[in-house]
């Protein structure tokens, strides 16, 4: 290869803007901008709610109003002005959730373009994919086969209809509307989202995932995701985003709420790639997630894989409460940022049953201007006895712009328990890379193989279907980050 | 001198003309030449400071030294227009005095990528797992090298012994033209040192070159050289064959430093 060669080939790279920031061109049917009673009507009666939906989202609306805007975090937030969002945006055509068939073909493109073949023959095997485009859920796959077990796996706004009792009994009860400001906004306005349901002793035979899409110009995206295990239940679960290049901030609120009953088993990943902002931070999706487990029975565990490289800032602290004795939580995450990306993420582990176990290993990689921060509590009851967590946070840095820090709060109310922190920052070193170049490995590939590295305890978590993807993820959000 | 009837009708492969470099404005090499044709053996020796790891950085393209005049011409090709991992895949290795750790990534995911960044560069398909695999059992053998090293994250926690075993591991691995030893035998006990030595004797060919960079001659005794070029202030003051060595360890470096200051 010649050295002109090569320096274009760099040029490329660096210059390599964000792979899914096309936008679909397709006739969609919107609220008007803002955001008021009306329009927290508007929605409820486009997803033709019950009575006492609407009425909880008034409730969470009118909390809102009442709410600031928190200010804790490690960042600069401008304002954000809640009356220049459209709180919904769905494709025109109706679409019948039954049949893949009524799905605007435009649709089935975009997702397919994006790597999610929703088609019959180009489906992945052993993942049912629920397809979320801006506000609606256009398609779930697998869906009569998961139904033959006796799992339910379905937009939320379908369950609403189809298991009115579940979703009555369990939405808002790991996060409440009161829960923080996110969430009360989310309550009011969600849209959709998946609902997952597995029954008693029922292993979910395939993984389930949900793919969202951000489309539509000015919308924000609420989706709300509740996933309830039964006893002696297992269930996989995935998420993936993306969303097109647009020179405004988005807002992406959405809460996830988990439920693990006695011996379940909830294992949630998440693969999050929205479009992050050009390199001098224009644009980029704000994804301010309130995402919380709830371990309700005794030997239950709930695992939170995520590997987060996208999105101008992201700002959430998925965690895990243990109520059942003997209970488990497990938080393993990457967050990598680059340009001027900022990350202020972590976990909450709450230790409320006697017995119970959590694990922490966070894994921190900044690059270009970015900032990251790991913010996590490790919290001990008094009546938790016999508690105990382990807590290991890396910070890696890349270039000497970028920025990592750690809030670790510790909190112990009972003597018994035992609770370790470790934690170290590193930098990619000159000689690591040159070592790589060394044996014929270029620069952008040594960094993808270094950082692989770095996380390999955290993408070992992820099923076989997504790590190879996470990892070629993380190679090509570094890109451009060293030399 | 052992026989070795490739001796004769040798193809040029490196040629270092009147090369000269420095760092932060350091000036180390001062007209530094050599000439290395294929399947021969140069052993670069020379007090502390003389330049030696600043000569194996330069050909491997550290970005550190800057080069200010001079030329080097390896395969007929200029080298120095090459980037690091160019010259890899062309077949430079240099062996690392101090090889470096990349914590979590296995040696065999490492030797996969680059074998594979090689084949690519090369216009080849990646090579198949199970080949792959084979071919590391093969080249394991060569320096006795234990097959639990190589799922572990590379050099971390390896001995001094294991990580340079590593190295000659590595260079069987990618089949390199010109093998550059760095102070390979640094801190080896006689056990490694042999390991390592029967790793590189059995690797060398008639189309394959070595230039090994030591302080001390003992190296020299097993893997033994057809030339022995002693550097001092970034210069080749002296050549001669293996027999340079074994006078340089029993006398020193003073008087090599005695005779070039007379004859400057």
Known sequence: MSDTQEVDIIDQVVSQEYKYGFSTDIEMETAPMGLSEDIVRFISSKKNEPEWMLEWRLKAYRYWLTLEEPNWQNFDLKPINYQDIIYYAAPKEKIKLDSLDQVDPELLKTFEKLGISLSEQKRLSGVAVDAVFDSVSIATTFKDQLYEKGVIFCAISEALHEHPELVKKYIGSVVPYTDNYFSALNAAVFSDGSFVYIPKGVRCPMELSTYFRINAENTGQFERTLIIADDNSYVSYLEGCTAPMRDENQLHAAVVELIAMEKAEIKYSTVQNWYPGDKDGKGGIYNFVTKRGSCEGAHSKISWTQVETGSAITWKYPSCILKGDYSTGEFFSVAVTNNRQIADTGTKMIHIGKHTKSRIVSKGISAGKSHNSYRGLVKINKRAENARNHTQCDSMLIGDRSGAHTFPYIEINNKTAQVEHEASTSKIGEDQIFYCNQRGIGTEEAVGLIVNGFCKEVLNQLPMEFAVEAQKLLAVSLEGSVG | ?264
Not at chain 2, 131 to 137: A, N, S, V
Not at chain 2, 183 to 206: C, F, H, M, Q, Y
Not at chain 2, 238 to 254: I, M, Q, R, T, W
């Open chain 2, 1 to 264: 001198m052992d026989y070795r009837p490739w001796s004769i009708n040798k193809k040029k492969m490196l040629s270092i003309n009147d090369l000269k470099a420095e760092i932060e404005g350091k000036k180390i090499l001062n007209g530094l030449s050599l000439e290395v044709k294929a399947g021969e053996i140069h052993a670069i020796m020379g007090p502390n400071g003389a330049g030696k790891s600043t000569l194996s950085s330069v050909l491997a393209g550290r970005t550190e030294y800057e080069v200010t005049s001079g030329s080097v011409s390896y395969e007929g090709k200029n080298l120095l227009d090459m980037s690091p991992e160019d010259r890899a895949r062309e077949g430079l290795f240099l062996a690392f005095q101090y090889p470096i750790e990349i914590p979590g990534v296995s040696t065999t995911n490492f030797l996969k990528t680059a074998v594979n960044e090689k084949r690519k560069y090369l216009g080849l398909d990646p090579m198949e797992a199970t080949d792959f695999l084979k071919m590391m059992r093969e080249k394991m053998d060569y320096v006795e090298m234990d097959k639990s090293l190589t799922s572990r994250s590379l050099n971390e926690g390896f001995s001094g012994g294991e990580k340079k075993r590593n190295e000659v591991f590595q260079m069987a691995m990618l089949e390199p033209k010109l093998c550059i030893m760095d102070e390979t035998d640094s801190g080896l006990d006689i056990d490694a040192l042999r390991l390592v030595s029967n790793g590189v004797n059995k690797l060398r060919n008639k189309d394959n070159a070595f230039l090994v960079i030591t302080h001390y001659q003992r190296l020299l005794d097993y893997i033994v050289p057809d030339f022995v070029h002693v550097l001092y202030k970034g210069r080749i003051v002296k050549s001669g064959d293996k027999e340079l060595a074994k006078e340089l360890e029993a006398k020193g470096y003073d008087w090599i430093k005695q005779e070039v200051e007379a004859n400057s």
